[in-house]
């Protein structure tokens, strides 16, 4: 079992920035492969970004790249997720996911592991 606690989300203004936190712990969180979804009101849950249990393989959904940045601290089973340019569409639910492939994470069935969430609103 591993737990996930995002946090850092917030109201931020069109432009500004913020970071994402996700502390996992339980069974060796870092052999897992880490990503990021969100999920805006009325519409489905999407990847956001994902990052390999080395943090060496990164992926980022198209509407992100150039403005969001994952990492990941094993020593602090931490992965973070820094927003930078926000946009009132980025507002949404974002979500920690933990999986054993960031191949299958990415497409949104391989994750084994979720968070509860932390809101980020962004307003214009």
């Known amino acids: 079992q591993v737990q996930l606690v995002e946090s850092g989300g917030g109201l931020v203004q069109t432009g500004g920035s913020l970071r994402l936190s996700c502390a996992a712990s339980?069974?060796?969180?870092?052999?897992?492969?880490m990503g990021w979804f969100r999920q805006a009101p009325g519409k489905e849950r999407e990847f956001v970004a994902g990052i390999s249990g080395s943090g060496g393989i990164i992926y980022y959904a198209d509407s992100v790249k150039g403005r969001f940045t994952i990492s990941r601290d094993n020593a602090k089973n931490t992965v973070y997720l820094q927003l930078n340019t926000l946009k009132p569409e980025d507002t949404a639910v974002y979500y920690c996911?933990?999986?054993?492939?960031?191949?299958?994470?990415?497409?949104?069935?391989?994750?084994?592991?979720w968070g509860k969430g932390t809101l980020v609103t962004v307003s214009s």
């Open positions: 339980g069974r060796t969180p870092s052999r897992y492969a």
């Open positions: 996911a933990a999986g054993s492939s960031l191949m299958t994470i990415r497409a949104g069935s391989g994750v084994d592991y």
